[in-house]
């Protein structure tokens, strides 16, 4: 048996906040902006979705790590994340995959894990308490540290880290080498009809990675297309090299307004008129290439439990942002399709004449609940449509 031993570890937040708890995973000292995920499944997944770059997640969900870590639920190669914050933390896991064809895959304990990739954590917080300052004063920037142990000199360095706000992160997570994707869903996921005929000519989506999330690949792959992803960078007229049916900017890190290559390069592709789908900061991004504006929420939008809709129906869907867009800034070109039901933000959007859509949540889920995973079906079918109009139009 292991026997842990605990040590002390200290989180100093940019007001002044202290909070002394215990560490787990590595040592050192790590900043980053603290925000809050209401999860109650799905830590590992959220560690590795590269939007969560640059930042500190507290879980409220109080235990952290039961099932531990396993290849399968990776969103990219690596944790993410600055550090990790949790009320209590699990040293002996124990997941259903053990016993079961996936047991290779059921690899090793969180805070194991966290060491592995060089990652803090600090538990035995009253995370209850430190969401609430979190809700009412607003993310802000954190250190947790296990040498720095005076708050004061913890404090100083917290205040010397640059704010989220204008903070470009895309360029450290999009990949650097263009490469294609097929592999779907694992099927015993999969509760719903998905791939496409087999004698449906196959779809090829270029995805423009921001920091893209594998099940966004694996769901557009399940629904019969084949992906080619690019860097974050690359221009409009080298993706049409391309001759895609259908554009798909990804989810990713940090302010999307100063990503500018790539609301620049969005703003090119529209020329084009092809079908277009974004997701997160795809959605920030396909409207401030149109013209609209984005801000910086309060606190964010973290968790599995976010309804958006409008009047008739509502998704309960799966969400991590910090930014939207703001509502009143959009051209007339532009039609809201969701709102965030807690908040009234600017949760979906739709081109009024062209095939393209947004939204500002995670129809991938992974974690989260499945109900808009019907998106990716109405992205394959507005590339057939748009599709079958060229050839009309062509004869
Ligand atoms: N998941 C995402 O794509 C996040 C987008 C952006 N970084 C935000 O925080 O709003």
């Known amino acids: 048996m292991v026997i842990k031993q605990v040590q002390p570890a200290l989180l100093v937040l940019e007001d002044g906040t202290i909070f002394q708890g215990k560490s787990f995973g590595a040592k050192g000292t790590t900043i980053g902006e603290v925000v809050f ?28 790590g039961n099932t531990g870590v396993n290849a399968e639920d990776e969103e990219s190669d690596a944790p993410q994340v600055r550090g990790v914050i949790a009320r209590n933390v699990c040293y002996f896991p124990s997941n259903w995959r053990l016993g079961s064809p996936y047991a290779s895959q059921a690899c090793s304990s969180l805070p194991d894990y966290l060491i592995t990739h060089n990652i803090l954590g600090i538990y035995g917080i009253d995370t209850r308490a430190l969401t609430r300052i979190l809700r009412s004063k607003g993310a802000m920037n954190g250190a947790i540290s296990t040498e720095i142990l005076d708050p004061q000199a ?13 903070l470009n992160l895309v360029k450290e997570v999009t990949t650097k080498r263009v490469y294609e994707w097929s592999d779907p869903t694992n099927t015993h996921w999969e509760f719903r009809p998905t791939a496409e005929e087999s004698d449906a000519t196959p779809l090829t989506v270029v995805a423009i990675d921001f920091g893209i999330k594998r099940n966004i690949l694996r769901r557009l792959a399940s629904y019969g297309c084949r992906v080619i992803v690019v860097p974050a960078n690359t221009p409009a007229e080298d993706i049409y090299q391309y001759n895609p049916d259908g554009i798909f900017l990804s989810n990713g890190p940090g302010d999307p307004a100063v990503v500018k290559e790539g609301i620049e390069t969005t703003k090119a592709l529209l020329q084009y008129g092809k079908p277009m789908f974004g997701i997160c900061m795809g959605h920030q991004i396909l409207g401030l290439s149109l013209g609209a504006e ?7 939008h973290r968790g599995l439990n976010q309804p958006a809709g409008l009047q008739q129906t509502v998704e309960i869907t799966s969400q991590n942002h910090g930014f939207a867009i703001t509502e009143e800034s959009l051209s007339a070109d532009v039609e809201v399709t969701h709102l965030n039901l807690n908040d009234r933000t600017v949760a979906g959007l739709r081109h009024k004449t062209l095939p393209i859509f947004s ?13 808009a995973d019907y998106l990716f079906a109405k992205f394959v079918e507005s590339m057939r449509e748009y599709q079958q109009n060229q050839k009309t139009i062509s004869r």
């Not at 984005?294 to 964010?300: A, E, H, M, R, S």
């Not at 939204?359 to 109900?371: L, M, N």
């Open 294 to 300: 984005t801000f910086k929420l309060k606190f964010g």
């Open 37 to 64: 995920n209401t999860g109650m499944t799905g830590y590992q997944e959220v560690l590795t979705d590269p939007s969560y770059r640059g930042q500190i997640i507290t879980f409220t969900y109080p235990e952290l």
């Open 359 to 371: 939204v500002q949540y995670h129809p991938e889920a992974s974690p989260g609940p499945h109900d």
């Open 154 to 166: 913890l404090l100083k360095e917290v205040q010397a880290a640059p704010s989220m706000e204008g």
